[in-house]
């Protein structure tokens, strides 16, 4: 299969329609159509440049200048919602380069992805009103429990610098942390660069995990076709900056226009 | 000695109140990495309101709640429509400052007049002799309230969803914002704290020094932002540290030396800082952005 666009339905997690992205006249996506549908993970590849980073950082806001197209997010056009209320219609990311909070312990890291949920106001947590020590609590004891999805390689380091943590480490405090936003989607973006084969295969088993048990839905930006392979239903193919091919990962492998892509 | 222990009382006292002014700069900076240069003009008019009140026969708990609302509000105001459509740009936040409190000073001038006023205030007049030392309980109640608000300070960046915000967003703006943290909301929240911090700060010098001028926005400003610079602009524990240091400085010169040198000291100590140790005594090290 490779059309280039696939009709978004009712329930998706993700779907993107037709979205063209220009920087300084140099089209970076060019009609680009995305569908993630709720409960499963979707790769997304292509060479160094082809846009999916762009794509991901317009789904999630990072990116704030014009776009045309439609972004959906559960439903829900976010074209003009900022970064920050993206997270409560469900959708949190990781990054390329891990990008945590240094200042903060690897706790108080995952807590910050809870804040979008908090309910209790800033006066009421400065005067520590019973309502917001209770739910500081339930907050810890979330962070606790989605420390524990990573068995003992975070629990018993919660008090410690992230600086002082290994990168697999630091990885997993980031993953932790947009679970902390409880997102129905997930966009990853390449959570495996740096990792060692051990490591990846760990990584890979608790994003299926997650996907599985809590049935977060994910975008996978990734290079390493076998992870692509073991996690993802479908993949898309993006190339300077368009969707050349998108399918079960098996067929795109044979298609001709995604071979002479990756290999010029 | 009993010279030497009334002027440090003295410096203690003075230095608190600087403190107080000085967390505004700082809580401003740590996050955004900018000199809010308005901050010395909100705490004045905020102190002023509270001056106008107490005058006028209001109970003083209104007068300084009145003042506190107001500097709230000109603090919002300011970042809503100076700061934030600027932000990020290095120079035109400091431009709009400037021009912002110019403003202020200007309507302040228009409400009060340019004339020196004194502050009514209870305790005045009242001494206290402790062996040696003479003390008055105004300078206990500055000392009172500088250790309540050093503990509410600590209290807001350690055990609140609000200061994790804040060390979130001085870190790393951008992925605060991704990860779901309203950066609008907490950088007017800090705004608004350090105006709350200065016009405790105002209220209390206008009370200690009983006068009061519209003028006292730019000399307050230029001994917080001195006592900032000392204790390391960013760092509020700093900003304390530096205003304690500068008040006791100020007040062993005008003790030993002569009061008309103070300037001179103040200014020669902003450049030495500036010069030989930018970083302050906290040594605190600017992160980038990415």
Redesign the interface.
């Known amino acids: 299969m490779t059309d280039t666009a696939e009709t978004p339905k009712m329930g998706d997690a993700l779907s993107v329609s037709n979205l063209t992205l220009s920087y300084g006249g140099v089209k970076a996506l060019a009609g680009v159509s995305v569908v993630v549908p709720s409960g499963e993970i979707i790769g997304l590849i292509g060479p160094n440049g082809s846009g999916k980073s762009s794509l991901i950082n317009v789904i999630?806001?990072?990116y704030r200048g014009p776009y045309q197209g439609e972004v959906c997010i559960n439903g829900t056009d976010v074209h003009d919602m900022?970064?920050?209320?993206?997270?409560?219609v469900g959708m949190?990311?990781i990054?390329q380069g891990i990008?945590l909070?240094?200042?903060?312990t690897v706790e108080?890291n995952i807590?910050?992805?809870g804040?979008?949920h908090?309910a209790t106001g800033?006066v009421a947590?400065?005067l520590?009103t019973p309502r917001a020590r209770l739910e500081?609590a339930e907050q810890r004891e979330r962070a606790r429990a989605v420390m524990a999805l990573f068995g003992d390689r975070l629990l018993p380091r919660a008090d410690q610098q992230v600086l002082s943590l290994s990168y697999a480490n630091r990885r997993r405090v980031e993953i932790s942390?947009?679970l902390m936003?409880a997102p129905e989607l997930l966009l990853l973006d390449e959570p495996m660069a740096g990792m060692n084969p051990h490591e990846t295969e760990e990584l890979t088993e608790q994003l299926r995990a997650l996907n599985r048990a809590q049935k977060i839905s994910m975008l996978l930006v990734e290079h390493k076709m076998s992870v692509i392979g073991d996690l993802c239903a479908n993949v898309y193919v993006l190339s300077s900056g368009t969707v050349i091919a998108h399918g079960p990962v098996g067929m795109i492998q044979q298609d001709e226009k995604v071979v002479e892509a990756f290999l010029g | 000695m009993q010279f030497f222990a009334t002027q440090l009382l003295n410096g203690l006292t003075a230095g608190v109140v600087y403190a107080m002014l000085a967390v505004g700069y700082s809580l401003v900076y740590g996050i955004l990495q900018q000199i809010n240069f308005a901050h010395g003009y909100v705490y004045m008019f905020g102190t002023f309101v509270t001056a106008s009140l107490i005058t006028s026969g209001s109970p003083l708990w209104l007068a300084i709640a009145a003042g506190l609302v107001a500097g709230a509000v000109i603090a919002i105001v300011i970042e809503r429509f100076a700061y934030r459509p600027v932000r990020g740009n290095r120079l035109a936040p400091t431009v709009t400052a400037v021009g912002v409190g110019l403003i202020i000073e200007n309507v302040a001038q228009l409400i009060w007049t340019s004339r020196i006023r004194p502050m009514p205030f209870p305790f005045q007049a009242d001494i206290i002799r402790l062996g040696p030392v003479v003390l008055s309980p105004l300078q206990i109640l500055v000392a009172a309230v500088g250790l309540a608000m050093a503990a509410l300070l600590w209290v807001i960046s350690t055990k609140t969803d609000l200061g994790r915000a804040m060390r979130a967003v001085k870190d790393d703006l951008a992925t605060a914002e991704l990860m779901g943290v309203p950066v609008d909301r907490v950088v007017v929240t800090v705004y608004v704290l350090g105006a709350l911090f200065g016009v405790v700060g105002g209220i209390l010098y206008g009370a200690y020094y009983n006068t009061l001028s519209v003028t006292m926005g730019f000399s307050g400003t230029l001994n917080a932002f001195t006592a900032t610079v000392i204790g390391g602009i960013g760092s509020v524990w700093g900003a304390f540290a530096g205003g304690l240091f500068l008040g006791v400085l100020q007040a062993m010169v005008t003790g030993y030396v002569s009061s008309a040198l103070l300037n001179t000291v103040t200014f020669t100590l902003l450049i030495a800082f500036l010069l030989f140790r930018p970083t302050g005594i906290a040594g605190v090290q600017v992160a980038s952005r990415p």
Do not use: E, K, N
């Not at chain 1, 900022?82 to 409560?88: G, I, K, L, M, Q």
């Not at chain 1, 909070?101 to 903060?104: K, P, R, V």
């Open positions: 999630s806001g990072a900022p970064a920050h209320r993206r997270a409560s949190s990311r990054f990008r909070f240094d200042t903060l108080q807590l910050l992805g804040h979008v908090y800033y947590s400065i520590r500081m942390r947009a936003t």
